[in-house]
């Protein structure tokens, strides 16, 4: 949700449920706004909020003007004062997939995960049972990095790729008509491509380089967890 229309964009998500009070609607407006101006952001985007035991994390996210630029990640507890997140890590990933069940809400908590590892004394190796402590904060990056990349999705049309590379908000876009809507090839996602660096020439034929420089969900196989 960009922050310019958030509170339009707030009352057509109500519709599933979850909601804002006014009360956080209007910090949560006005905190933004600062934000975009002290961090000199191009655009801000309020990505959501994950619902923890004891308090929420309200998540934002900051785009400079090449909209496909590495985004920074803020959260706050009460929509007024917001805190940087480090960028995600191949190394904050795999420390992080232990961690199962809810979040506390408090960024400081350290959960607690025993793991084996091997010593070596002399000649001999054993295994020694170690517990690695984990940041609610560290795992907070992580699954925010991990649902960015699976399903942060945009139009086609939204944004469009320059001559030169960076890309750009297209200020004409007016929307998807209701028979493109209904593709899923209408869709892209909103990250780095994979997908389309690995396409053939001939199958990169039909492809608008200004348009279509991001992988389709056309072809997303969804993923079954265990």
């Known amino acids: 949700m960009d922050a310019e229309s958030l509170l339009l964009s707030l009352e057509l998500a109500s519709g599933s449920g979850q909601g804002l009070s006014p ?14 101006r002290d961090y000199r952001y191009d655009r801000v985007l309020f990505w959501g909020r994950i619902l923890g035991l004891v308090a929420d994390y309200y998540i934002a996210q900051g785009l400079s003007e090449d909209q496909l630029a590495p985004r920074k990640t803020l959260y706050s507890l009460n929509c007024m004062e917001w805190s940087l997140l480090p ?3 191949d190394e904050m990933m795999v420390q992080t ?6 979040f506390t809400g408090d960024p400081s908590h350290e959960y607690e995960h025993t793991e ?16 690695v402590q984990i940041k609610e904060e560290t795992r907070l990056v992580s699954i925010i990095d991990q649902i960015d990349k699976a399903v942060s999705v945009i139009p ?50 039909d492809l608008d380089p200004s348009l279509d420089f991001l992988d389709s969900l056309e072809h ?7």
């Open 87 to 89: 960028p995600a890590t």
């Open 116 to 131: 084996l590892q091997k010593v070596n004394d002399g000649e001999k190796v054993f295994e020694e049972e170690v517990v």
């Open 97 to 102: 997939s232990v961690v199962k069940g809810r």
């Open 156 to 205: 086609r049309g939204a944004l469009f790729k320059t001559p030169f590379g960076p890309v750009h908000v297209n200020r004409t876009f007016e929307g998807l008509s209701l028979s493109q809507a209904k593709k899923l090839s209408s869709y892209f996602h909103f990250r780095e491509p994979v997908e389309l660096k690995n396409k053939t020439l001939l199958e990169k034929a």
């Open 23 to 36: 009360d956080r609607r209007a910090s949560l407006l006005t905190s933004l706004m600062l934000v975009k």
């Open 220 to 226: 997303d196989i969804p993923k079954v967890e265990p």
